[in-house]
C-alpha cells in the first residue's frame, strides 16, 4: 500500500505562484507514473500533469501548459508542481496521484489509471 501526502497549497493572487509537493510512503514508486489532477467545485476531477518514472516524458493539460512544470526526485519518492501565473480558473483542490503502469514510455491522463491518490491541497486564485 503506498500513502500520499501532498502539500504546498494556499492563497495566492492572479499572476503569483506556488509549488505544490507530494511525498509518498509505504513502498517505492520509482516505478510508476505519476500525475497531478484538480478538482474544483461542482466539476469532476480533471488532469493537470503527468510524468514517467524516469522523467523522460511529460504531459500537460492545454490549459496549464507553459505555466506548470512537474518534476519527480525518485530518491526520495516525491512528485512536484510548480506553478507560475496563476489565475483565478486554477482554483481547485490538487491531488496527486501514482499510476497503475510500471516502467512506461508514456504518460496517462485517465483517472482510473491511477490507484493511488493524495489528499488535495487546497489552491485559491484570487483576481
Known amino acids: 500500500q503506498v500513502q500520499l501526502v501532498d502539500s504546498g497549497g494556499g492563497l495566492v493572487q492572479a499572476g503569483g505562484s506556488l509549488r505544490l509537493s507530494c511525498v509518498a510512503s509505504?513502498?517505492?514508486?520509482?516505478?510508476?507514473?505519476m500525475g497531478w489532477f484538480r478538482q474544483a467545485p461542482g466539476k469532476e476531477r480533471e488532469f493537470v500533469a503527468a510524468?514517467?518514472?524516469?522523467?523522460?516524458?511529460?504531459d500537460y493539460a492545454e490549459s496549464v501548459k507553459g505555466r506548470f512544470t512537474i518534476s519527480r526526485d525518485n530518491a526520495k519518492n516525491t512528485v512536484s508542481l510548480q506553478m507560475n501565473s496563476l489565475q483565478p480558473e486554477d482554483t481547485a483542490v490538487y491531488y496527486c496521484?501514482?499510476?497503475?503502469?510500471?516502467?512506461?514510455?508514456?504518460?496517462?491522463?485517465?483517472?482510473?489509471?491511477?490507484?493511488?491518490w493524495g489528499q488535495g491541497t487546497q489552491v485559491t486564485v484570487s483576481s
Open positions: 510524468i514517467t518514472w524516469r522523467s523522460l516524458s511529460r
Open positions: 496521484a501514482v499510476a497503475r503502469r510500471l516502467y512506461s514510455s508514456a504518460t496517462t491522463r485517465h483517472v482510473d489509471d491511477y490507484i493511488y
Open positions: 509505504g513502498r517505492t514508486v520509482t516505478a510508476n507514473d
